[in-house]
């Protein structure tokens, strides 16, 4: 069973001007003559991590984190203008452009997976190959699995604190409930709303071992914004229309991919894989029994370092 590769630090960093206020954090790591990999982090908000690193061959890959705008690193943290879905699809362009990078190849989880396909979608020459993790489609019904009516009545007890963060007859709908909530005048209020969806994010995500802890006045500005991300590409509906990423499929048939899905996935069901899979029938598919949602535990690691390890050969051959 393969593990994470050793610690390593970047080579490079720097900030990508975006023509807007956003300034987006970029680092270079492993082999600066390598195979060229971009890293898509999930969230939206969630930004990348040193382990992320670790997927990939230090001494083949040309390793590209980058934390999305308002995220991470990336300047100014939980900035919601000129910040949508096709934004994060130029910026990736963008940097491509600046590195000199003629083809990299894809490396998404979960929102990162829907980032990836949309990217090669819009660019598919520029692809030389995916790793699609936890699918996430950016569809209303999955939305609406995490947030309105599916994964609450697994975890109903958890369901029922983020329903009474918000007024009463503000729970019809929840969503715009919880945003009137963040994004208005009540201090109280939006660090109840943040807490109870971080932790509500927490349970569907980790399962029973998840427990929130604190309280209210230990919910930072910081984790508000980051909320206030989330809701904010939730409300817009990622900023994609219905059903287009598996509409677009067709010109991502050339491109050599592998889906990996947890079938113990509660945030990303793994229908939403199968979808994909059907619409991309050259893939390589892969279940995992006993994974969920994160891209953690032995079974995940050994299926994505087994994926990254598995393209070297397809790539350089």
Known sequence: MKTFYLEISPYHTFFLETGTQHAVYVEQSGNPDGIPVIFLHGGPCSGTKPDHRRFFNPDVYRIILFDQRGCGLSLPFGELENNTTQDLVDDMELIRLHLGVEQWLLFGGSWGAALALLYAQQQPDKVMGMIIRAVFLARQQDLDWFAKSGVNLIYPEQWQRLLESIPEHSREELMVGLCAALWGDDEVAKRRVAKEWMAWGGQVALGNDYMPNGHNEHVTEKMVKQVGMELHYAKHHYFVTKNQILENC????????????????????????????????????????????????AEMIDALVSATDKFIDKLLS
């Open 250 to 297: 067709a010109v991502l048939g050339n491109i050599p991919t592998i889906i990996i899905h947890g079938r113990q996935d509660l945030v990303c069901p793994i229908e939403a894989s199968m979808k994909l899979h059907q619409a991309l029938p050259e893939a390589e598919y892969i279940i995992l029994p006993n994974a969920g949602h994160i891209a953690q535990g």
